[in-house]
């Protein structure tokens, strides 16, 4: 049952914020006693003084994932036992669904209902996937000469460090937690500053219900200090990142420079919906609005560049004009809201920088503007900037908001060599009813996820990450869990 206005904002009114590190199943401060604010960018309130972590915080993090490891308490432990745990583990997120909604929308203003609808669910279900997939995972027996055997077994990596964004706080938790925790790893979080409390929270019902302590640790604070020492730490076996290109990169930096760990990223997007005459516009009209419009256009996927052919492009055009009418920002604990809150004044700012320096580059024809609700000022209206020259810093770089450019196209090549001319690859869509041409489109796009006739598909059971700078592996299915596990040869003479 969808909860009211009224209801949400009685329970945000009450719900506790956690402001502590996990280490070891236990709350703890930072070693150096440093803090950070937690700010809901929809009220501009200071909603807690978050423990922020040092070096000192990430070993004593890195050092309990590694005695949890290393004493075979959860990576040696029966298929059975970590399927069960991970299954109440489950459960009790599901019991908890509201409050970790609640925690996402009030530290990064998202709407309150796609957390509790649409985020919770997938997240939960993804560990439930994983506990599942946990007893289905074979080893092999290679081919040998007479007298010998060899058996190729997967073996859970190690320590896991795993670094997630503000835009999707529990399901990047979820993205990279879940396949770590059923290889066998145990796992340092360090969550995005902007958005902590879900993963503490998460963190403390791991350890309700029975994971080990050590399994899973949450360390709070800032990119550059808690985020660098985890990336340069020397017992980390494994960094899974989602975030920007710029930090990804950083990451790789970070392994060269310590033990040259394995570093898997999904990073940054300007994902292309390419729409064709021959398409049903009201369709592809829908379509694109929430491929760039949705989570206030703070998606690494997001369909920021709409591409379409000549012909009906004042047409859609109009109907993304029309669109717009129902994304419009306000209170993100408001089910009618159309959008919630940017994340921050820092986030809201680059985003109003990019549209006050296109200058000839584009022509704004709906939206655009900074809106100011009580009192934040950390709201932008749904736009479109129509005739977008792709060659500029709008049409080119990741605007990470609700910002949509238009490019027409005269032909099929054209189409297709604007969509993949971009230094990202994460994903695509097209919009058509010719399904030869479909076919052809997607095969030539050079992307990670390439949707017909919708944007930004997934699944747990579908792999999801990007090519180029868009980064390297792939989160979600059971692919994913590649990333957690090595492979060990044992030969037998005999």
Not at 156 to 168: H, K, T
Not at 284 to 307: D, E, K, P, Y
Not at 488 to 494: E, L, S
Request: charged share 20%; proline share 5%.
């Amino acid at each position: 049952m969808a909860l009211s206005y009224e209801t949400w904002t009685e329970r945000a009114a009450t719900v506790s914020i956690p402001a502590h590190m996990v280490i070891d199943g236990q709350g703890a401060s930072s070693e150096t006693g440093a803090t950070f604010s937690n700010v809901n960018p929809a009220t501009g309130t200071v909603l807690a003084e978050v423990a922020s972590g040092s070096d000192a915080d990430v070993d004593r993090a890195v050092r309990s994932a590694r005695r949890c490891f290393e004493s075979g308490v959860w990576s040696r432990a029966g298929v059975a036992v970590r399927r069960a745990a991970m299954l109440a583990f489950a459960d009790l997120l599901e019991a908890h669904r509201e409050e970790l909604a609640l925690l996402d929308s009030l530290d990064m203003g998202k709407r309150v209902a796609d957390a509790h609808d649409l985020d919770l669910p997938f997240s939960i279900d993804l560990f439930r996937y994983y506990a599942e997939a946990i007893d289905k995972i074979n080893d092999e027996v290679a081919p040998t000469p007479p007298g010998s055997l060899a058996l190729v077994t997967k073996v859970p990596l190690g320590v896991v460090g795993a670094v997630v964004p503000w835009n999707y706080p529990v399901d990047m938790l979820a993205w990279k937690v879940a396949p770590a925790m059923a290889a066998g790893c145990s796992v340092v979080l360090k969550p995005a500053e902007q958005s902590p409390s879900s993963a503490i929270r998460i963190a403390e019902l791991a350890c309700e219900a029975g994971i080990p302590p050590g399994v899973l640790n949450v360390v709070t604070g800032l990119g550059e200090t808690a985020g660098r020492a985890l990336g340069l730490h020397p017992d980390v076996d494994c960094i899974a990142f989602t975030g920007s290109t710029e930090v990804g990169r950083l990451f790789l930096s970070y392994a060269g420079q310590s033990n040259g760990k394995q570093v898997w990223l999904e990073c940054g997007g300007k994902s292309a919906h390419v729409v064709f005459g021959d398409a049903d516009l009201e369709a592809a009209a829908a379509n694109t609005a929430m491929g760039i419009w949705f989570n206030q256009g703070a998606v690494c996927s997001a369909h920021s560049r709409l591409l379409v052919e000549r012909s009906v492009h004042a047409e859609m055009v109009e109907r993304l004009v029309a669109e717009a009418a129902r994304f419009q920002p306000g209170d993100p604990l408001d089910p009618a809201s159309g959008m919630g809150a940017i994340v921050s004044a820092e986030q809201t700012d680059r985003i109003m920088g990019f549209l006050s320096r296109m200058g000839a580059a584009g022509q704004i024809r709906v939206g655009g503007s900074q809106v100011t609700l009580g009192q934040s000022s950390c709201f932008v209206e749904p736009t479109v900037v129509d005739l977008v020259d792709p060659t500029s810093e709008l049409g080119r770089e990741e605007i990470f908001g609700p910002v949509l450019c238009v490019v027409p196209f005269d032909d099929e090549d054209e189409a297709i060599s604007l969509a993949n001319d971009s230094a990202y690859g994460l994903a695509a869509s097209v919009a058509t009813t010719d399904l030869g041409r479909a076919h052809r489109v997607a095969d030539r796009l050079h992307a990670g996820t390439v949707t017909v006739n919708g944007v930004d598909a997934f699944s747990a059971q579908t792999p999801f990450g990007g090519f180029k700078a868009s980064g390297f592996g792939r989160d979600l299915s059971l692919h994913a869990m590649d990333k957690y596990v090595g492979l060990k040869t044992t030969w037998i003479n005999y």
